[in-house]
């Protein structure tokens, strides 16, 4: 398994310019998000998905939109950069977490990818 | 609402120290909670967890005890390496699965 990829690595932007960060995972998991590493924030969840064709919001989900149109893959669009969005942005997968009675690590651990860092100028 | 607040970094030791960060949360109910690693240049990696009272999590030397009288789940290591160097984040998951609340991380460098 490849686990959680995302592509690009780096990537640099001008103002204004629009953008897509792919993010695919090979393990049949239902629950992929989106997160942003800034300095001093730790991780911040920008947008998540329990399912193909289900999105929801996250702490932080101004200027992105993302989509969700098979199992693998959950792409993050930037549709106008700006300057803070300067960061770096991780996708995570999971097994959905079923609630109380549930055991087994596959319930609980999130995959993270290596992570794409954003620079807009 | 549900927040993590763990030690200011960084926090620099000798090869074979002993190594605490501590890490406090506020949420409802009875979260999970984990404890992260992230190395250089890397993605971040689950290094332990707990999901109800008293559990203890460990791996790889580490181990954390969800306290639930004291809302804490401090990290533990009797004897630090130098490739243990790396930011450590302490989170919970919240009541409905669907985030991961981080703290704003632990830089931790251990040099032999």
């Known amino acids: 398994n490849a686990g959680v990829t995302q592509t690009p690595k780096f990537q640099v932007l001008k103002t204004g310019q629009s953008m897509t960060l792919q993010c695919a995972q090979d393990?049949?998991?239902?629950?992929m998000s989106w997160y942003r590493q800034d300095p001093g924030m730790g991780l911040r969840l920008i947008h998540y998905s329990v399912g193909a064709g289900i999105t929801d919001q996250g702490e932080v989900p101004n200027g992105y939109n993302v989509s969700r149109s098979t199992t693998e893959d959950f792409p993050l669009r930037l549709l106008s950069a700006a300057p803070s969005q300067t960061s770096v942005y991780f996708c995570a997968s999971s097994y959905l977490f079923l609630g109380g009675g549930t055991t087994g690590k596959r319930y609980n651990e999130q995959f993270f990818g290596p992570g794409t860092r954003l620079t807009v100028l | 609402g549900n927040s993590v607040t763990q030690m200011e970094g960084p926090v620099t030791l000798s090869e074979e120290a002993f190594l605490t960060i501590n890490c406090t949360y506020t949420a409802t109910g009875y979260p999970s909670l984990f404890w992260y690693v992230q190395y250089p240049g890397e993605g971040l990696q689950l290094l332990l967890k707990?999901?109800?009272?008293?559990d203890k999590g460990s791996n790889k030397g580490f181990e954390a005890t969800y306290r639930k009288e004291t809302t804490s789940f401090h990290l533990e290591k009797g004897s630090v390496q130098v490739s243990d160097s790396a930011v450590y984040f302490c989170?919970?998951?919240?009541?409905?699965?669907?985030?991961?609340?981080f703290g704003k991380g632990t830089t931790l460098s251990v040099s032999s």
């Open positions: 989170a919970l998951r919240n009541q409905a699965g669907t985030a991961l609340i």
């Open positions: 393990m049949n998991h239902e629950y």
């Open positions: 707990a999901t109800k009272a008293d």
